[in-house]
């Protein structure tokens, strides 16, 4: 894995942006946000220990939001590359890393799902 530095303020992904890369912040925080009409929504904020960056990651889609650093942030960068080496060198730790992916993609739709139903 890589390590990246970034400073507050700093943009570590943005909005449209073409990705091979998953994140993992081991020091800092980290704040999602999306354009919308009215203007910026913030959605969520990321600490020590989080990932990111996942579903463009797995699905090789373009970034979905934008990823801003809140403070001085740290983190491990998983490169597309490096993630399918995994299944030759160590499949033990890419199996535990798509169980923790699929938990945490998890958790976001059931907050999806709440916040959905409170708009009801």
Avoid: W
């Amino acid at each position: 894995m890589l390590r990246r530095t970034y400073y507050k303020g700093q943009t570590i992904i943005a909005s449209g942006q073409a990705s091979d890369e998953l994140f993992v912040i081991t020091e800092g925080n980290a704040m999602v946000t999306i354009p919308t009409l009215d203007g910026i929504a913030r959605l969520h904020a990321f600490s020590a220990g989080m990932t990111f960056g996942e579903l463009a990651f797995l699905d090789r889609s373009p970034r979905s939001a934008n990823v801003t650093a809140l403070d001085k942030v740290e983190c491990l960068v998983l490169t597309r590359e490096a993630f399918a080496l995994l299944e030759r060198d160590a499949p033990k730790v890419k199996i535990r890393l798509l169980e923790n992916l699929a938990l945490g993609m998890t958790e976001m739709l059931r907050q999806a799902n709440r916040e959905l139903a409170v708009l009801k």
